[in-house]
């Protein structure tokens, strides 16, 4: 499975009072990083929201260890790859600030349709996920 980089800078609001990241502002980053990593891939959100069936990503679970904290202006590198597919999906990702860890986490992530209710990934989905 291909393991995707997403380079991030911390801005002002990334920031809390002490000018360290706020702990929030992760998520985001991580966010980002398996948003690009699906568009790596030749998926994004709007082409799935714009299928004859549409289908939105939700996180189902999310584990994160904070290792050191960043900083305004720093320059973070967040890593994403996926681990696993069937219902629901899983990835592992990390940020680092040059070869510093700064946060490990592991995401799972499952499928809705427009009604809220859980959909099985489509075969592609399963396919980019599993290195098929």
Known sequence: MALG?????????????????YHGAFVRFLERGRTEWLRSQGVDHQMLAR???PVYFTIRNMSLTFHGPALIDDLLTVE???SAARATMIFRQRVLK???LLLSA????????????P???PREIVALMVGS
């Open 5 to 21: 980089k997403t380079d991030i800078r911390v801005y002002f609001e990334d920031t809390d009072f002490t000018g360290r990241v």
């Open 51 to 53: 299928a004859e069936r």
């Open 80 to 82: 994403s790859e996926p």
């Open 98 to 100: 040059a070869d510093r």
């Open 106 to 117: 592991e995401v799972e992530l499952c499928l809705i349709d427009g009604d809220g209710r």
């Open 119 to 121: 959909v099985r990934p």
